[in-house]
């Protein structure tokens, strides 16, 4: 998809000199994903405490009641 974009400049530099990348398209789409994965880890952050009980036993005892058989 073709877009025309003001980017400032400044900015712009700052993503080629952190990132390494040598494009104006490549920068972008880092920023995208970059401004995606946060805002999905966000939704994982706010799940964090609310599980009740311990899971990691509960796996425990699920592999080993799987390995008794």
Do not use: C, Y
Not at 27 to 33: G, R, Y
Not at 53 to 63: F, I, K, V, Y
């Amino acid at each position: 998809m073709a877009t025309n974009l003001a980017l400032d400049p400044a900015l712009l530099q700052r993503a080629f000199e952190l990132s390494g990348l040598p494009t104006k398209k490549a920068a972008v789409s880092l920023a995208l994903e970059e401004f995606i994965r946060r805002h999905e880890q966000r939704g994982l952050l706010e799940l964090f405490g609310t599980v009740d009980g311990d899971p990691w036993s509960e796996l425990a005892d699920w592999r080993r009641d799987d390995a008794l058989r």
